[in-house]
C-alpha cells in the first residue's frame, strides 16, 4: 500500500484553489465537514497569507476540544452526540420511539474569532 502523501488531503486541495484566487474573489466563508479539516484548512489559509476572518471566515463542525485553542478559535457547530448516543441505545432497547426522538437535539452555533469581524469581536 503506498503512503498519502501530506500534501493529497482535502484541506491542501482547498486551500490551494483558494490561494490562487485573488482576495477580491474570496467567499466571504467556508463552512467544512468537520473541525479536523477546518483546522487544517485554517493553518493552510493563514501559512498562505489569508486572514482569518478578516478575508474569510471559517466554521467547522463537531466542536472538537482544540477548536478554542487554534491560533485563531475556530467557529464550530456543536452537536449533543452524547445525547444523540443515549437516544439511540433507548431506540435499540425499544425504551424510545424514533418519532419521540425526533427534532430534540438540535445543533448549537459556537461562535469564535474565526467568523468574527474586528468590530465584532472588540478589536
Known amino acids: 500500500m503506498e503512503a498519502r502523501s501530506r500534501e493529497s488531503h482535502p484541506q491542501a486541495d482547498t486551500a490551494r484553489a483558494l490561494l490562487r484566487r485573488p482576495a477580491t474573489e474570496l467567499s466571504e466563508g467556508l463552512v467544512t465537514g468537520n473541525d479536523l479539516l ?50 439511540a441505545v433507548r ?22 474569532a474565526s467568523s468574527l469581524s474586528a468590530a465584532e469581536d472588540g478589536a
Open 91 to 112: 431506540i435499540l432497547l425499544g425504551l424510545e420511539s424514533e418519532w419521540e426522538a425526533e427534532g430534540r437535539f438540535e445543533p448549537e452555533l459556537v461562535v469564535r
Open 38 to 87: 477546518a483546522l487544517g484548512l485554517l493553518h493552510r489559509l493563514i501559512v498562505g497569507g489569508v486572514r482569518v476572518p478578516a478575508d474569510l471566515s471559517l466554521i467547522g463542525y463537531d466542536d472538537i476540544e482544540s477548536t478554542d485553542f487554534a491560533i485563531v478559535p475556530l467557529t464550530t457547530i456543536r452537536h449533543p452526540s452524547a445525547a444523540l448516543g443515549a437516544s
